[in-house]
C-alpha cells in the first residue's frame, strides 16, 4: 500500500467492477488494510469506491467518480448543490470548470495536496475555490501566487487579482508594474487580458515604461486580438491582423510625407534625433525617413479598410492612454505610423505638436497629460563613505543599516566592490538571511523586490568580491526628505540604493 492509498500491484483492493457507474464491493474487508482515515479517504479517491455521484465536464471527455459528503463537508456551495432544495440526482454537468484543475481541487479535499504545480493551474484553482467558497484553499493560492509574480506571469494574475479583490496580491502586482513596467507591456500575455483588466493596467498610477512605444505596442497587440476574436464569428481574415498596416496602396511614410510637405515644409524626421532636439524655420531641410525611398518598416500591403475601423474602434477609449507627444519624430514615424489605427490628420497634427509648430489642434483623444513623461516610481538613495583600501574577501557593504519607514528594495548598486564573476548577494537581519541575490559587476538586482522593515537592523554581505575593508559611518541622501537611514558602509564609492 503506498503512502496516497494507492496498491503496491495497482489493482484495487476489493477486486470491485464497475456497474452502470456504480462501485461494488466483492467483499474484501478493505479497511483493514488502511490505518489511518487519512489513508481511507485516499482510497476512496483513487478507487472511486462507494461513490454517490458522477461529475461531467460538458466540452470535455473527462468524467470522475466523487462522494457527495466528501464535497459537502468541504465546501457550502456543494453543500447547498448537493444537499439543497435544488439538489439533482446521481449527474452533475459543471460546463465552466477546467478538469485538471477541478481534479486538482479533488485531491486537495481528499488527500490534502497543498503543492501546486505551476502558475496557470493555481490561477484556476484560486477562481474554483472562490467560487465553491474554500477559504483556506483561497489563501493557499494567493500564498502561492504573490511568489510567483513576475513580467510573464503578470496578466493572468493581474486579472485575477482583480476579479477576486484579492488585496495582497494586487500589492505584489502594483510591485511588479512599478519595477518592470517595460517587461510587463511587452509581455505575451497582454493579448489575452480582459478589457476591463486592461484598462486597469493602462490607468495604473505606478506604470512607468521608459517609452510610450511600450505601451503603444501592448494596446496594438491587445486590439488586434480582440479583433481576432470577433472575426472569427464574421469570417474576418486573421492573418490580415498578424502585422499593421495602412489602406490598400499607400505607404504610410509616404502617405505623410504627401500631408507634410503640404502642410509642413520645415518638417524633418531623421535619424538620431532626440526629444528636445526640435529645429525650425527654413533651417530645416525636407530630408529622412519623409523622402525616403526606403522607409524604415514596410507593413503589410492590403489590409480591409473594416479591419482597420474595427481596430480602430476597439482600441479607441484607451488612446487618450498614450502619451503621444513624450515620443520623438522617429519613434512615431517607425512604430506609430504603420499601425494605421490612426488616420492621416491625426498622424500630421500629432507630428506637428511633437515638433512644437504652434496653433495646430490635436486630436480629441490626446490629453493634456500627453506631453508630460510618466515619472518613475522608483526612489533612489547614495551612501557617502570614506577612504579605506581595497582586499578580496566577503564585502560587507552595508551594516547595522535602519530605514526610517518601509520600503522595497529593488536594486543595490556599489562601483567601490566589483567581481568579475557572478557571485552571491545577501541581506541579512540579524542571524537570519532576509534574501540572496545575484551580484554581477558592480551591483545587484532583487526581483522580486526585499522588503525592509523599520526599526530592523539589516547587513548586506557580497562574497568572494573586491572592495575596501575598514567600516565608517555613513549619510544618506535621497530624492524623499523623509529617507533618512543610518547605518556603517564599507566601500570606497557611494552606495546606491533602488526602493518603492
Not at 493551474?121 to 493560492?141: E, F, G, I, R, W
Not at 502642410?263 to 524655420?281: A, D, R, T, Y
Request: hydrophobic share 35%.
Amino acid at each position: 500500500m503506498t503512502e496516497d492509498g494507492r496498491p503496491l500491484d495497482g489493482r484495487p483492493l476489493d477486486g470491485r467492477r464497475s456497474t452502470g457507474g456504480r462501485r461494488v464491493s466483492s467483499g474484501s474487508q478493505w479497511q483493514c488494510h488502511l490505518a489511518t482515515p487519512g489513508e481511507r479517504l485516499a482510497y476512496l479517491r483513487h478507487s472511486g469506491h462507494l461513490s454517490d455521484l458522477t461529475i461531467t465536464f460538458p466540452g470535455h471527455h473527462d468524467i470522475i467518480q466523487v462522494h457527495r459528503w466528501v464535497l459537502a463537508i468541504s465546501s457550502p456551495v456543494f453543500e447547498a448543490m448537493l444537499y439543497g432544495p435544488l439538489a439533482e440526482g446521481d449527474l452533475l454537468h459543471l460546463p465552466e470548470d477546467p478538469p485538471e484543475a477541478f481534479n486538482w481541487l479533488l485531491d486537495h479535499i481528499y488527500l490534502n495536496h497543498s503543492q501546486l504545480p505551476g502558475v496557470q493551474l493555481a490561477l484556476q484553482v484560486y477562481q474554483l475555490a472562490a467560487k465553491y467558497q474554500m477559504d483556506p484553499l483561497c489563501k493557499l493560492c494567493s500564498q502561492y501566487l504573490v511568489q510567483e509574480v513576475t513580467a510573464s506571469t503578470f496578466p493572468g494574475v493581474y486579472e485575477t487579482a482583480l476579479m477576486l479583490e484579492d488585496d495582497q496580491l494586487l500589492a505584489k502586482c502594483a510591485q511588479m508594474v512599478c519595477v518592470s513596467s517595460d517587461a510587463v507591456l511587452c509581455c505575451d500575455s497582454i493579448p489575452g487580458m480582459g478589457r476591463a483588466a486592461f484598462s486597469q493596467l493602462l490607468h495604473h498610477p505606478n506604470l512607468s515604461p521608459a517609452s510610450e512605444i511600450s505601451l503603444f505596442h501592448a494596446l496594438t497587440a491587445w486590439g488586434r486580438a480582440q479583433v481576432l476574436k470577433q472575426g472569427k464569428a464574421g469570417g474576418l481574415r486573421s492573418q490580415h491582423l498578424l502585422a499593421a498596416s495602412p489602406t490598400p496602396g499607400e505607404h504610410p511614410a509616404t502617405c505623410l510625407s504627401h500631408k507634410v510637405k503640404q502642410f509642413l515644409p520645415q518638417v524633418k524626421v531623421g535619424e538620431g534625433e532626440s526629444p528636445g532636439n526640435h529645429c525650425h524655420g527654413s533651417e530645416v531641410q525636407n530630408t529622412g525617413y519623409l523622402e525616403s525611398s526606403n522607409p524604415p518598416r514596410t507593413p503589410q500591403r492590403g489590409i480591409d479598410d473594416s479591419i482597420v475601423r474595427v481596430l480602430r474602434r476597439v482600441v479607441d477609449e484607451f488612446l487618450p492612454c498614450v502619451r503621444f507627444l513624450t515620443m520623438t519624430t522617429d519613434e512615431y514615424v517607425q512604430h506609430v505610423l504603420p499601425s494605421a489605427i490612426l488616420t492621416s490628420e491625426e498622424s500630421v497634427a500629432i507630428l506637428m505638436n511633437i515638433r512644437d509648430i504652434p496653433n495646430v489642434p490635436l486630436p480629441s483623444f490626446v490629453t493634456s497629460l500627453s506631453k508630460y513623461k510618466r515619472k518613475n516610481k522608483l526612489n533612489s538613495a547614495s551612501l557617502l563613505i570614506c577612504q579605506h583600501h581595497h582586499t578580496r574577501n566577503d564585502q560587507e557593504i552595508l551594516r547595522d543599516f535602519k530605514v526610517p519607514k518601509t520600503i522595497h528594495l529593488t536594486q543595490v548598486t556599489a562601483p567601490g566592490v566589483t567581481s568579475l564573476t557572478e557571485t552571491s548577494v545577501k541581506i541579512f537581519s540579524g542571524s537570519k538571511t532576509v534574501t540572496v541575490g545575484r551580484w554581477q559587476g558592480i551591483g545587484c538586482k532583487f526581483d522580486p523586490a526585499v522588503e525592509l522593515e523599520v526599526g530592523v537592523s539589516y547587513s548586506v554581505v557580497v562574497e568572494g568580491a573586491y572592495g575596501p575593508c575598514v567600516g565608517c559611518e555613513c549619510r544618506v541622501l535621497s530624492d524623499a526628505d523623509d529617507m533618512h537611514c543610518s547605518g556603517k558602509t564599507l566601500t570606497l564609492t557611494p552606495v546606491f540604493l533602488e526602493y518603492w
